[in-house]
């Protein structure tokens, strides 16, 4: 089993800045997959990006990175050059895998997501 809690969201301006966190329970963190992805209202879950090793979303490629620090159990989600286009709720995900997920069926665990809004 394991738990993500997401932080790290909130209101900035177009251009700005935020950091997303993501913290994971349990004890085997470094086998997992762990992913990105933001729903904004009326639109499907969109991949934002991975790692294993890293994969990005192309409306994001450039602009985020993600990294994750395995020695404390969290992965990381630093975004620049923010748009409005960005606003969403952002979710980490996990699934127990060495290679790159990019579709939500393919994780199992999800955080209960963390409201990041863009204004312009």
């Known amino acids: 089993q394991v738990q993500l809690v997401e932080s790290g969201g909130g209101l900035v301006q177009a251009g700005g800045s935020l950091r997303l966190s993501c913290a994971a329970s349990?004890?085997?963190?470094?086998?997992?997959?762990m992913g990105w992805f933001r729903q904004a209202p009326g639109k499907e879950r969109e991949f934002v990006a991975a790692i294993s090793s890293t994969y990005y979303g192309h409306s994001v490629e450039g602009r985020f990175t993600i990294s994750r620090d395995n020695a404390k159990n969290t992965v990381y989600l630093q975004m620049n050059s923010l748009k409005p286009e960005d606003t969403a709720v952002y979710y980490c995900?996990?699934?127990?895998?060495?290679?790159?997920?990019?579709?939500?069926?393919?994780?199992?665990?999800w955080g209960q997501g963390t409201q990041v809004t863009v204004s312009s």
């Open positions: 349990g004890r085997t963190f470094s086998s997992y997959a």
């Open positions: 995900a996990a699934t127990q895998s060495t290679s790159i997920r990019t579709h939500p069926l393919e994780y199992y665990y």
